[in-house]
């Protein structure tokens, strides 16, 4: 319980100053943790902060990395209504207490028109990293590489960092701001990952859908991070193209 302590604690410390003034203000996203013997029990709950009824969408997934740094995500996705100023149960995953990876479990409730309103996380098994998960921003344009779920609503991709450095801090912001602000719109994942290299020199590298799109050795100076980060969120953009143009090609085979 201590370790789930620790990581909320990091998280609040950390939280992304773009969605902190949003999130969890309307609508708060809670992942409550329960010790079930052999099992972790993490809750999904929802609370209506606002003096109205209303509907909304959520998302409460887990990321597991495993032994090659690959994220494989699993999700459980709905819709609900919920009253004014009250509180609700939404979904619960079971981890074993034995597992021994690292996971992420996130909660993110949405707007029905997919704005990001809630959100909260835990991390499982993290020795090394500061790791945020930050929200991709939602508009109204749809990619064609979105995919609607059953119930016919769409979910987005979102933006993983794992960094142990304030280099590797200030390139995921400078990175995010220009991911946000540019409105793209994509269900794949983006992972941002920095690795000890040598002396004080850490490896920032950037992955698509587990794919690496951009790797370069950090430097304090906000001008290179700035440079790589548009160099990133380029590569970002044509990964994201071919893996489009490939799917068209087999969709028309």
Excluded at 77 to 86: D, E, H, I, T, Y
Excluded at 103 to 113: G, P, R, T
Excluded at 190 to 211: G, M
Aim: charged content about 25%; hydrophobic content about 40%.
């Amino acid at each position: 319980m201590r370790l789930f302590l620790l990581n909320i604690i990091l998280f609040l410390l950390n939280y992304n100053a773009i969605n902190a003034q949003f999130i969890n203000q309307e609508i708060e996203a809670e992942i409550l943790v329960e010790n079930s013997g052999e099992f972790y029990d993490f809750v999904a709950v929802a609370e209506n902060k606002s003096l109205a009824d209303q509907s909304f969408r959520y998302e409460f997934a887990t990321f597991i990395r495993d032994e090659e740094g690959k994220v494989y995500k699993d999700s459980l996705v709905g819709r609900f209504g919920l009253a004014s100023q009250s509180r609700e149960r939404l979904e619960n995953i079971t981890i074993s207490r034995a597992e021994e990876r690292r996971v992420i479990v996130l909660l993110v409730i949405y707007s029905l028109e997919g704005k990001p309103l809630g959100q909260d996380r835990i991390v499982l098994n993290d020795k090394k990293s500061n790791t945020k998960i930050v929200l991709a921003k939602q508009n109204e344009s749809i990619n064609q590489d979105m995919a609607p779920s059953q119930d016919g609503f769409f979910l987005e991709g979102l933006v993983v960092e794992n960094s142990i450095t304030k280099m590797g801090r200030d390139f995921y912001k400078l990175f995010y701001s220009k991911y946000y602000l540019s409105g793209l719109k994509s269900k794949k994942d983006i992972v941002i990952d920095e690795l000890p290299f040598r002396a004080r020199t850490t490896r920032i590298s950037v992955k698509v859908d587990n794919q690496l799109v951009w790797q370069f050795f950090s430097n304090p100076s906000q001008e290179f991070l700035k440079q790589q980060s548009e160099i990133a969120f380029n590569q970002v953009v044509a990964k994201l193209q071919q893996i489009q143009s490939t799917k068209d090609q087999i969709t028309r085979y």
